[in-house]
């Protein structure tokens, strides 16, 4: 099933800080997240796995809260680069598959 | 590492013409993944491929569709006959391992158009 991911679209301010969650209904293992600009292939972010893990590199990080099956992406003053649609990808336990969400696009304005 | 390669990348073509895509998997990685991007339903898994053996096939839209993996460098989506509902992007991705633990290389896409 199809992870939601909210909001489907958000516009900021250089320098601003954004979170995308992204959330299920079933009991997650792990949770991918990837950006893709527009016209490119996504690129992978991190992965989280079971056990409500947060990663990080840079200014994005990311947690997944076993409890509630969701997980958050947070981008710390943003900058331009930081534009583009980002999408999680889940997994349940025993999957060897990804299912994604919809998306959030994400626009960085001067 | 020249990374994930796809062809065409661009393919326009008209309704009822087979339509064959191919994919060179990164060196090394033992999964193969097929996607299909569009705006109404995002991205979707076709089918994925573990040691050039298909695993998961479930995604396939229909029996036009089929994808095969003869060795562990080269792998191809078939669509026969292409109808106009088909145009999307197609991506494909390679990994080490499975889905939920590695992280997945997207190839650059193959952009569709069915006229």
């Known amino acids: 099933q199809q992870p939601v991911q909210s909001p489907q679209a958000v516009i900021l301010r250089e320098g601003e800080d954004a979170v995308i969650n992204c959330s299920s209904s079933?009991?997650?293992?792990?949770v991918h997240w990837y950006r893709q600009k527009h016209g490119e292939a996504p690129v992978f972010l991190m992965i989280l796995l079971k056990g409500g893990e947060q990663k990080g590199h840079d200014k994005i990080s990311a947690s997944f809260n076993e409890k509630k099956q969701q997980s958050s992406l947070y981008l710390t003053a943003s900058q331009l680069s930081y534009s583009g649609t980002y999408f999680c990808g889940t997994a349940i336990q025993g999957a060897q598959k990804l299912v994604f969400g919809q998306g959030t696009r994400l626009t960085i304005n001067p | 590492d020249a990374g994930v390669i796809q062809s065409p990348r661009h393919e326009v073509t008209e309704m009822g013409q087979e339509v064959t895509l191919r994919c060179k998997p990164i060196?090394?990685?033992?999964?193969l993944f097929w996607y299909r991007q569009t705006m109404m339903r995002g991205l979707e898994l076709l089918i994925y491929f573990n040691n050039n053996v298909p695993i998961d096939d479930s995604g396939m839209p229909e029996d036009r569709f089929s994808a095969k993996m003869p060795n562990a460098s080269f792998s191809t989506l078939k669509i026969q006959p292409s109808e106009p509902r088909d145009s999307a992007v197609y991506f494909c991705a390679s990994s080490l391992g499975p889905g939920p633990g590695y992280e997945q290389y997207f190839g650059p896409g193959t952009r569709l158009t069915v006229t």
């Open positions: 060196s090394g990685h033992d999964y």
């Open positions: 079933k009991a997650l293992y792990s």
